[in-house]
């Protein structure tokens, strides 16, 4: 066991001034918590006030490995986090799995703080489920943004608000489409009765006087004047019983006809309803997602964090902006772009 320190590595100071981008670098550390000291090489990408940014692909057991300037072998930052996404804009060019690597320098710490270690690991556990969460929101953008249709498969085992959103969504797609109605079928009898000169059922006698003078005017009832004799009778009753089953014919044919122009504009009418439906389930299947883009971090106060996990949950933040903002921008498109299309 160490009792006192000999032989540390010294850290730099000004490291802006004294390092440049594309200088090389190491990362040693534990890889993967293997137990073994491992020796990563890469450039340094970039720097900034507080971070530098490397190319040397470290992973998770390199947590707090020394970045070393391999020029003057010198610490030059702390291998911190890596942001494993980059999302300018939820279309089908977007990307997801840009990988950066970043380590916060030590010159420009301003102040070292003590904490206790349960508070900081409550801390570190709520960065990680808001991480969590993000990952489930890029899972469920691939997945849309692939093939255009949401696979439940791939979402069970996520964040749970998501996974219920993308239930609720796809149990609104399950409603079979509308049938074709069948037109209604035509009563014979009741439009025989129309043209017979009777009286109907629930028909006033204002009602019945108007019809069977319509009636007399077809030739429905026979001629108006008296017939001279029985023979001349009989035929202006055969007349009338032809011109009655004629008008008979034309208001069955005509009632058909109608019957089926009304099937299917019953039809349109509910094809058209079930297309808004789905429609509808698409926008608020969007505007959920934009609303749970959010619900986890807007109560989160970041003064009440260490410097170290808020900026962590700064840039979760800033992620999850960009995510609601696009989201809520798709669910207003009502034309043709790829994004309103998926299934």
Same mark, same amino acid.
């Given at each position: 066991m160490q009792d006192s320190i000999q032989g540390g590595l010294e850290v730099m100071q000004q490291?802006?001034?004294?390092?440049?981008? +594309?200088?090389?670098?190491?990362?040693? +550390?534990?890889?993967?918590?293997?137990?073994?000291?491992?020796e990563i090489s890469g450039k340094v990408t970039g720097i900034g006030p507080e971070l530098v940014e490397v190319d040397a692909k470290f992973v998770a057991g390199n947590s707090g490995s020394p970045i070393i300037h391999v020029k003057t072998g010198k610490v030059i930052a702390i291998a911190t986090f890596a942001v494993i996404r980059k999302l300018d804009t939820l279309g089908k060019d977007s990307q997801f799995t840009e990988i950066r690597r970043f380590g916060y320098r030590l010159d420009t710490v301003p102040k070292w703080e003590f904490r206790q270690w349960d508070g900081f690991q409550k801390e570190g556990d709520t960065v990680a489920e808001v991480e969590r969460k993000s990952e489930s929101l890029i899972i469920l953008l691939r997945d849309i943004f692939d093939d255009g249709i949401v696979n439940a498969r791939l979402h069970q085992d996520g964040n749970a608000a998501l996974s219920r959103c993308v239930s609720e969504y796809l149990q609104s797609l399950d409603a079979p489409p509308p049938r074709m109605p069948t037109p209604k079928l035509v009563n014979i009898s009741d439009i025989e009765n129309r043209f017979s000169g009777e009286p109907l059922p629930n028909e006033s006698g204002e009602e019945f006087l108007a019809r069977r003078a319509k009636l007399a005017g077809q030739g429905a009832l026979g001629p108006a004047?008296?017939? @001279?004799?029985?023979?001349?009778? *009989?035929?202006? *009753?055969?007349?009338? =019983?032809? #011109?009655?089953? *004629?008008?008979? @014919?034309?208001?069955?044919?005509?009632? =058909?006809?109608?019957?089926? #122009?009304?099937?299917? =504009?019953?039809?349109?009418r509910a094809r058209t309803n079930f297309a808004l439906a789905r429609q509808n389930a698409k926008v608020r299947f969007l505007r959920n997602l934009a609303d749970e883009a959010r619900s986890d971090i807007r109560s989160l106060n970041l003064d009440n964090f260490t410097d170290f996990h808020a900026k962590k949950l700064r840039n979760e933040i800033e992620f @999850?902006?960009?995510?609601?903002? =696009?989201?809520?921008?798709?669910?207003?498109? *009502?034309?043709?772009?790829?994004?309103i299309t998926f299934q």
């Open positions: 490291v802006d001034k004294n390092v440049s981008i +594309g200088d090389d670098v190491l990362v040693l +550390g534990n890889s993967q918590g293997s137990g073994v000291v491992t004047t008296l017939a @001279r004799d029985e023979d001349e009778r *009989q035929r202006f *009753q055969e007349q009338a =019983e032809r #011109r009655r089953a *004629q008008l008979t @014919r034309e208001a069955a044919r005509q009632a =058909e006809v109608d019957a089926r #122009r009304n099937a299917e =504009e019953e039809d349109q @999850r902006a960009m995510v609601e903002k =696009e989201l809520k921008k798709l669910s207003t498109i *009502q034309d043709t772009a790829r994004v």
